[in-house]
């Protein structure tokens, strides 16, 4: 895996996961794993974190696991070394690309605009992420910016669900979502993973 195109055809969801304990993230990737899914986006939105990266990095190779929510050099930096194959910004600074661009990985730099698309762009960038989706216009935004920028490709994330997911999926620009709700908080926290298994097979098939 080498670019953020090689990111977007993982899976056509990219499973956005928020832990409060790393002890969780190895039982969620493998329910994940179990359902079709290949590929997990980790989030840095709570200190368990980088160790839930380097427990499932370490101990369920059958998925590809990144860092989400990447929003300054140095978590780039902390990410890879915690064995991340990809990282996810929600928006992109120069200063960020710079960074998440020095750490060798593939990563997916967040936009909202047509201007923002157009300056990563400029970078040789053409997958990005599209953050928030639903807010920022959703599927017919997306539509509408495939029009003057049809080489970019997106993963729109921010209010896709297993309803509005196939609209999305059926752009040319699309090719994955972004879902939080493959691992809903409750099951979690209730070790419920064969819900999140069953789910995982649900959004698995999407495509």
């Not at 160790?51 to 978590?75: C, D, F, L, M």
């Not at 997106?154 to 994955?176: D, E, H, I, M, R």
Request: proline letters at 7%.
């Amino acid at each position: 895996m080498k670019t953020g195109h090689d990111v977007l055809e993982l899976s056509p969801v990219l499973p956005v996961v928020v832990v409060d304990d790393a002890a969780d993230a190895v039982p969620l990737a493998k329910a994940l794993v179990a359902g079709g899914i290949r590929a997990i986006e980790l989030t840095l939105r709570t200190p368990a974190g980088l160790a839930a990266i380097e427990r499932v990095a370490a101990e369920v190779p059958e998925i590809v696991v990144g860092a989400g929510t990447v929003v300054t050099p140095e978590q780039a930096r902390q990410a890879a070394d915690a064995g991340s194959a990809f990282l996810v910004t929600p928006g992109c600074t120069d200063r960020l690309l710079e960074a998440v661009s020095g750490t060798g990985l593939p990563f997916l730099p967040g936009v909202s605009t047509v201007s923002e698309a157009m300056r990563v762009a400029e970078h040789g960038i053409t997958a990005l992420k599209f953050f928030p989706a639903e807010a920022s216009g959703g599927a017919a935004y997306l539509k509408a910016l495939g029009g003057p920028l049809p080489q970019l490709r997106f993963c729109p994330t921010g209010g896709v669900t297993v309803q509005n997911a196939p609209t999305y999926l059926a752009l040319s620009t699309v090719g994955c979502v972004g879902g939080t709700w493959l691992t809903p908080k409750d099951a979690v926290a209730a070790g419920d993973f064969g819900r999140i298994e069953q789910l995982a097979r649900e959004a698995a098939a999407l495509r």
